[in-house]
């Protein structure tokens, strides 16, 4: 196939281009290289893959992006302003991003009769994960309040007895409960891909990635991931400042494993019937505590132990990891990395705008 890949500059993008040219498809990069994503680092290079060509546009640029669906076959869609960013004031610049710009590219798709679409969601879509009351059994506790947060206590509570909740795994039947900006635009870009499935008998798949990690991470940005952060303070000599106690749960998925499992959904969407869209929880199936990947990393990098600071970003969720059953069971993926090993190659890894 020839696939338009948006992002594909980017740190998930990049290796997504790689897995498909070694699957033997041509890849088209679609990328605005955003400060925000690049850390200022230069465009990434194609060298040593090939048949990949770059297209550097922004997604929400009509006529962009109707050039570059040109002959193209599915499209892989990794373009996306991420994480939970400095204040609401970024709130229009992830709505244009995320949401403006995916709908300018499915409407690009619809012109140019490209029905295949591969994107990247976000486990962010859930709010909090699954929680049990020993008395009132599955709950969803509401947003955490700042009085509580203020205070330390980090555990949401039963909403009905204010018992303390045993966290879970969720599946994709869980309603959606996004809780910060970023979540919403996640979700809003699932809608668009469904409507935009039915109304052209077109076939899409949102992949809800978890905590991805690995080489290439952007370096130094407030929008980065926690692994990021924390991977760029040991490059600095500093300790890894762990937000909360460290106890917040999460799955921490390698890129490469995400990569490949872009690969195998796009070969599997010319299985499926038109007009449909389906969700699939993506992670690596071993939560672990923010505080446990902080120490890995700062182990295998032999920089300075984690603080926990006890400081909070509101917005944020104290547990969501989940069940990645279904794209193991319907697609046939299965993550390759186990944690520990996964952490000391990231460890060492050079990161985007940095080589350290």
């Known amino acids: 196939m020839r696939v338009l890949v948006t992002g594909g500059a980017g740190f998930i993008g990049s290796h997504i281009v790689r897995a ?21 680092a230069k465009p990434w290079s194609a060298d040593g893959v090939p048949g990949v060509r770059t297209v550097i546009a922004d997604v929400r640029d009509r006529e962009a992006v109707a050039a570059a669906l040109s002959g193209v076959d599915a499209v892989c869609h990794q373009a996306a302003m991420v994480g939970l ?11 244009g991003c995320n949401d403006l710009g995916t709908a300018v590219l499915l409407a690009g798709m619809a012109d140019a009769g490209v029905r295949d679409l591969v994107m ?3 486990m ?20 955490r309040a700042v009085s509580d947060l203020d205070a330390g206590r980090f555990e949401p509570r039963c909403p009905d007895c204010g018992a303390e909740l045993a966290p879970g795994l969720v599946t994709e039947e869980a309603a959606a409960d996004p809780r910060n900006v970023y979540a919403a635009t996640k979700l809003a870009q699932e809608h668009l891909a469904a409507s935009w499935a039915r109304a052209t008998g077109g076939r899409a798949v949102s992949l809800r990635y978890h905590n991805v990690y690995g080489p290439g991470m952007p370096r130094d940005t407030p929008y980065a991931g926690v692994a ?46 038109p007009g449909t869209f389906d969700a699939y929880n993506t992670g690596s199936g071993q939560p672990h505590t923010i505080g446990e990947m902080a120490r890995a990393l700062a182990s295998a990098h032999g920089g300075p132990a984690p603080v926990v600071t006890g400081e909070y970003r509101l917005g944020d969720v104290r547990h969501v990891t989940a069940d990645s059953r279904r794209l193991r069971d319907e697609l046939g993926w299965k993550p390759e990395t186990e944690f520990v090993a996964g952490m000391r190659e990231f460890a060492t890894a050079a990161l985007r705008g940095g080589a350290s």
């Open 228 to 273: 990021s952060l924390f991977r760029s303070a040991l490059a600095r000599g500093e300790a890894p400042r762990v937000f909360e106690d460290g106890g917040q749960r999460r799955d921490f998925v390698h890129v490469r494993d995400v990569a490949a499992a872009n690969a195998v959904a796009l070969t599997a969407l010319r299985e499926r019937r």
């Open 85 to 95: 960013g400095k204040d609401f004031a970024d709130a229009p610049e992830y709505v």
């Open 20 to 40: 498909l040219a070694s699957g033997g498809h041509e890849a088209v990069i679609f990328d605005a290289l955003l400060p925000t994503a690049h850390g200022g």
């Open 120 to 122: 990247a969601g976000s």
């Open 124 to 143: 962010v879509v859930y709010g909090e994960g699954r929680y049990d009351c020993p008395r009132h059994g599955r709950v969803r506790p509401g947003p």
